[in-house]
């Protein structure tokens, strides 16, 4: 068992080491033993192995493509994007009916993505890499505004909740308020028509 044993490992070894030299000789107990030292005692002979069989290897000319999702599927995500003003609920005086909307995201805004501003749920202009959005022509009252960040395909990556502004315009009534009507001002001054003068 034990020649059989040394025999498979030293011929294993041997298609390892093609140029190594193997040495069969019988021992003192009368077995017969291998080895790839010839030994000092014993009459030895050595094998003559065939050299192991080696199948070169077929070198890569075009490795096959390593497959990579497309960038604008990875899921892109921005750590904020937040309307800066108006603020939330804010009440704006605007006789001339504009308003600048700014908005802030963090990180900047990567390449082939854009900021797309919606008021009231509709969008406005287009889309655009300035964070500076300019209103012109509002209506008084209460709106809803938000800001989205679309990539190049026009997919939504981020967006704002709708928040909330009111706009109001100065009335007649303001103006007196603040500068109220004296006599001579009547029929000169918008606020102060002749048919609100109080009768002497």
Do not use: W
Not at 80 to 98: C, D, H, V
Not at 106 to 135: A, C, M, Q
Not at 164 to 173: A, E, K, V, W, Y
């Amino acid at each position: 068992m034990k020649l059989s044993y040394l025999l498979g490992a030293l011929l294993l070894g041997a298609a390892q080491l093609a140029s190594a030299a193997i040495y069969t000789y019988i021992d003192a107990s009368g077995a017969r033993a291998f080895t790839d030292q010839p030994p000092q005692q014993q009459a030895a002979k050595r094998l003559d192995l065939a050299p192991a069989n080696q199948v070169p290897s077929t070198p890569v000319i075009n490795p096959p493509p390593v497959y990579q999702e497309p960038l604008e599927a990875r899921p892109v995500q921005y750590q904020l994007l937040r309307i800066l003003l108006p603020e939330p609920n804010a009440t704006i005086r605007a006789n001339e009916r504009t308003l600048i909307v700014t908005v802030y995201s963090e990180p900047k805004l990567l390449e082939g993505h854009h900021y797309r501003l919606l008021l009231d749920g509709n969008t406005i202009g287009e889309p655009t890499r300035s964070p500076v959005f300019p209103l012109k022509e509002l209506e008084r009252g209460r709106h809803l505004v938000a800001v989205e960040i679309i990539n190049a395909q026009g997919a939504v990556l981020e967006r704002t909740p709708a928040q909330p502004f009111h706009l109001r315009q100065t009335t007649l009534n303001d103006r007196r308020r603040v500068n109220p009507c004296s006599t001579d001002d009547y029929g000169r001054r918008p606020e102060c028509p002749l048919k609100d003068q109080p009768k002497k």
